[in-house]
């Protein structure tokens, strides 16, 4: 039987802005949390609300910084000098994540670190300025650590829950002589408990090349009849179908490969059509569906990733008449033979995909 290999490669693209995308080096995104905060017993103060937004940069697959505001004004005890008034905070800070677990998780547990700085104010701005202090009150550094646990509801969103502790090492506003007069023990340095719950949206993470138009080259005249053959595809034929895009972490198993595309499927549909209709033009070759990933995870997850998804397109070409008989696989490689560099954003879109090698017989 005399075989030739035709090199013909259908990839599809399975780009898209997936946790491998949404939480690579490329992308940011906006944090906004609220929690409470329990002060340090030297405070005198009670349980308050905290509230805080932040702007974070993926530095890494793993790693995080997020630029942080946060405030929370906190009631005096009733057995304190200053009942009936508040303690204003404000703070400001830089906090590092490192996120545990694989980069498709949809749970992923983290341990936070950070440092920064805190504007205090104890009392009002009259005292303050009557007793020769800033009406605004103090700044002092700070530093927090603290774990949390990050939910990916989606490609874009993701819930946080955050408990830490944070150390204000607060020199202003109860160790001076106006928080004396006002029946305090001088105290400097407090830490307090925080308990948070977020949301995070991810932006950025570098757009998607604009898909490829199908392009196919044309296909020989049919034989003359009254002898009918089988079409034959030319001696090279390169069919380059691009834009076929998966939801995060999808598809999951037992997951068919329509539910598991991001919306509008009818784009990725239509090049899963297109290569359907290459496929059964050309009856003569048998293909083997083999699927890529790009080099961020671990090896064993790439590895059931690239199955998933070519399993996917196997099942969609079974499923839209091409005969089973032709089809090796599927089969996955996980993040072996990329065809660019995974240094990049859109080199790595590059190489999450599926491709069909066909072969004519």
Do not use: C
Request: aromatic share 8%; charged share 20%.
């Amino acid at each position: 039987m005399k075989r030739n290999t035709l090199f013909v490669l259908i990839a599809l693209g399975l780009g898209g802005v997936g946790v491998a995308n949404a939480q690579d080096a490329s992308s940011w995104y906006l944090a906004a949390r609220t929690g409470m905060v329990a002060p340090d017993s030297a405070r005198t103060t009670k349980n308050s609300a905290f509230a805080g937004i932040g702007a974070g940069v993926w530095v890494n697959p793993n790693l995080a910084v997020d630029f942080e505001y946060g405030i929370n004004n906190a009631d005096f005890k009733n057995n304190s000098p200053r009942f009936g008034h508040q303690w204003e905070s404000v703070q400001l800070d830089v906090a590092a994540r490192w996120f545990f677990g694989e980069i498709g998780s949809g749970w992923r547990p983290y341990v936070m670190g950070g440092v920064g700085v805190m504007r205090h104010k104890a009392f009002s701005g009259s005292l303050l300025s009557d007793a020769g202090y800033t009406a605004s009150g103090g700044w002092d550094p700070m530093a927090t650590a603290g774990v949390g646990m990050q939910y990916n509801l989606s490609d874009r969103v993701a819930f946080r829950g955050e408990i830490a502790g944070r150390y204000d090492r607060d020199n202003n506003s109860l160790n001076s002589s106006l928080a004396a007069s006002q029946g305090f023990n001088r105290h400097s340095g407090f830490t307090d408990a925080m308990a948070t719950v977020g949301l995070v949206v991810n932006f950025g993470g570098g757009s998607a090349p604009a898909p490829a138009p199908a392009h196919e080259e044309a296909a020989p005249p049919p034989a003359a009849p009254p002898a009918r053959e089988e079409a034959t595809p030319p001696p090279a034929v390169a069919i380059d179908l691009r834009g076929v895009e998966f939801k995060f972490d999808h598809p999951r198993v037992g997951e068919k490969l329509v539910p598991s595309l991001k919306a509008p499927t009818a784009d990725s549909v239509q090049i899963l059509d297109e290569a359907v209709d290459t496929l059964k033009r050309y009856p003569n070759v048998h293909v083997s569906v083999d699927g890529y990933t790009d080099s961020v995870g671990s090896d064993a997850y790439n590895q059931k990733l690239s199955e998933r998804r070519a399993k996917g397109v196997y099942d969609y070409l079974t499923e839209h008449g091409v005969d089973a008989s032709r089809l090796d696989g599927p089969k996955g490689f996980g993040k072996s033979s990329p065809i660019d560099t995974n240094k990049t954003s859109a080199g790595r879109q590059r190489n999450r995909r599926v491709e069909l090698k066909v072969e004519s017989q």
